[in-house]
């Protein structure tokens, strides 16, 4: 049975960070299967941090001890750049200073390690409930294409264009760093995340598959192949 959250047509969308391979699949896993929630899964504070400002997420689920960057500090300079979206802190630390830690740097809740997954959804439940309201439209307008992420839906000159959930944030994210090639590996880890076991071609099979849907038949594409490099849309 799906979280009661999911309710209507918002799905929560999740930002894990957790540098432990196992128990990161186990988490993300879970949180699909019994949450019915979207999840991103990343393995360092700084890709936490780039995606957090990049795209939209209900609420970042951020490991205190992580490469490059650790919880507290991506949850502190998040916060400090105005970030306003619902933090979630887990944390093997316990005592009460570190946990005062957490939640002066801008965190909603802490969970402590070990802990029930039952706990874990019942706690992002809350966090839900508290920050979920309805999302100003955030509408991007690029010649021919509309773009909507507060309803994840893509407009060509006024006719809906149906996308899945992995087009669209790879639509996304091109729209958002606009005159920028994105080289492949980084469009991969954005999206799949750094462990993700895919084809190497996957980019280059989603990009022929958006191309399709939201290019106008003999227009230039929108979205342009730099040779041996990746991809931009220019400004």
Request: include cysteine; charge should be negative; hydrophobic fraction near 45%.
């Amino acid at each position: 049975m799906l979280d009661e959250t999911n309710k209507g047509s918002h799905v929560m969308r999740i930002l894990l960070a957790e540098d432990q391979v196992v128990l990161g699949k186990i988490i993300a896993h879970m949180l699909k299967q019994k949450g019915g929630y979207e999840v991103i899964w990343v393995t360092n504070g700084s890709d936490a941090y780039d995606l957090a400002i990049e795209s939209y997420f209900d609420v970042l689920v951020l490991d205190w001890m992580m490469p490059e960057k650790d919880g507290v500090t991506v949850c502190r300079e998040l916060r400090q750049q105005g970030y306003s979206g619902a933090i979630l802190m887990l944390t093997a630390k316990d005592s009460l200073n570190e946990r005062i830690e957490g939640l002066d740097a801008g965190a909603d809740d802490y969970l402590v390690k070990p802990f029930e997954h039952e706990e874990l959804l019942a706690r992002l439940r809350a966090i839900f409930r508290r920050n979920f309201a309805p999302l100003q439209e955030e509408v991007v307008n690029i010649k021919w294409i509309l773009l909507n992420r507060s309803t994840h839906s893509i407009q060509r000159n006024g006719d809906l264009i149906p996308l899945t959930g992995r087009e669209f944030q790879l639509l996304d994210l091109l729209v958002r760093n606009q005159g920028v090639v994105l080289t492949r590996d980084l469009i991969l880890d954005r999206i799949w995340g750094s462990e993700a076991e895919i084809a190497s071609n996957a980019v280059d099979v989603y990009i022929n598959m958006l191309r399709k849907k939201i290019d106008i038949p003999g227009q230039h594409t929108l979205i342009r192949s730099i040779r041996g490099v990746g991809y931009i849309i220019e400004k």
